[in-house]
């Protein structure tokens, strides 16, 4: 049964490589009969259909593309990388459903099946029996954010924080492992119990950016890693753009933290609106590029988020009470933080905000020697009030 399920894999791989099937020939056989068996079918038309040469006259050698397709189905078991088709029961019910779903997708993690409710058999089981509780997918809740990835300390410390909300109710986080936003909201939301689920543009193989390897390696044992592109597959710069639409049609919604005018999570967010899905934005300083691109956003009628509330009430408002129950209990107000503080941290505490204070700055400010102050900083920071960065600059936590 388990060569049966490679062999059945390995057909798949084989008819995207097909130069008259392919992926579009994949969706249309899919929509056309939308069961398992029609794999077989597929394939036995593929065997017969004519294949022109190409110029060098090697034309395409079926049996060879499979042999290879094979080797690669085994070399994913080898890595613990499982595999899941359009033609299986727990594909994605929420992405299934945009214009043109990858045929294929490969992913380390348990977040899919905890989503659909199902538990599916990787490249070494047998294939799964299609079934009712599929169904299950389609209500389950999953949130985009996305964002530049030269974000600043406002913007990274919105998406921690937003994702980290969001994900203590429940509510899957989707991104894209970039560096900046990303995978700050991959961070935020990891350790809570919604998990968080990144979808490369490149292979399942490679790690990309290389910074976020620990991260990446992290996020398959808590959470979820995806990508629609073979083992071995570069992260080629046309990639992202058709990973966005992965990116977007795992969610309900899109939430843009920062992006310039420029920016990929534009390109999301354009998604999501074609898909008929809710668009948030994060609005900004207003003399900064990163906000260019959210305030349009916002102009064309995208949501305000200025806290997780605003994404609940219009999509999740039945969370609403189980929000205040789960996290806002856990955070400090303004003014019970004051009141916990002495009054050398206080004052140090109020000059600070989201962004990066120098400590000379700082200790001329509140009329302090450096020392003294750099002592007051470090006790803030201990109890996790403040971060320190770079070159000696402080900012909130």
């Known amino acids: ?9 390995a057909k ?19 929509r056309k009969y939308g069961q398992e068996v029609s794999v077989e079918l597929l394939w036995e038309e593929a065997c017969h259909l004519p294949v022109q040469l190409s110029i060098a ?16 189905i085994r070399d994913c078991v080898k890595m613990g990388i499982k595999m899941v088709s359009l033609f299986d029961a727990f594909y994605p019910v929420s992405l299934r459903e945009i214009y043109d779903p990858p045929p294929v997708l490969f992913y380390k993690g348990d977040l899919l099946e905890r989503m659909c409710g199902n538990r599916p058999q990787d490249c070494k089981g047998a294939p799964l029996e299609r079934t009712a509780t599929t169904r299950l ?27 980290r909300q969001l994900s203590a109710v429940s509510i899957c986080v989707v991104s894209g492992l970039a560096e900046g936003i990303d995978s700050w909201a991959h961070r935020g939301a990891k350790d809570q119990k919604g998990g968080t689920i990144a979808v490369l543009g490149n292979g399942m193989d490679i790690y990309y950016p290389r910074r976020n390897r620990s991260l990446q390696e992290e996020l398959c044992h808590k959470g979820t890693v995806l990508s629609e592109y073979r083992l071995r597959t570069l992260p080629l710069r046309h990639n992202f753009p058709a990973r966005n639409r992965i990116i977007s049609g795992l969610a309900n919604g899109v939430v843009v933290v920062e992006a310039s005018e420029s920016s990929g999570a534009l390109i999301t967010a354009d998604f999501a609106l074609e898909e008929g899905k809710s668009v948030f934005a994060i609005p ?3 003399y900064h590029r990163n906000t260019r691109g959210t305030h ?18 219009e999509l999740y408002p039945d969370l609403l009470s189980q929000k205040g129950r789960t996290i806002s209990n856990g955070l400090f107000s303004e003014m019970e933080i004051l009141a916990s503080l002495s009054e050398e941290e206080r004052l140090l505490y109020l000059q600070l905000d989201q962004e990066p204070q120098h400590i000379d700055d700082l200790s001329r400010m509140v009329d302090m020697e450096v020392n003294k102050a750099l002592g007051i900083l470090l006790q803030l920071e201990i109890k996790g009030l403040i971060i320190q960065e770079p070159a000696m600059n402080f900012v909130r936590a």
């Open 1 to 9: 049964m388990k060569d049966r399920h490679i062999r059945r894999q």
């Open 12 to 30: 798949l791989l084989t008819l995207l490589s097909h130069p008259r099937v392919g992926a579009r020939g994949i969706r249309d056989h899919w």
């Open 57 to 72: 006259g090697g034309g395409f050698d079926l049996r060879q593309i499979y042999r290879e397709a094979e080797e690669e």
């Open 137 to 163: 997918a389609r209500t389950a809740r999953a949130i985009t954010t996305v964002g530049a990835r030269n974000s600043t300390t406002y913007g990274r410390k919105v998406a921690e924080t937003l994702a």
């Open 284 to 286: 900004g300083n207003i």
């Open 296 to 313: 349009a956003l916002l102009k064309d009628g995208a949501r305000l988020v200025e806290r997780v509330e605003d994404i609940l009430e």
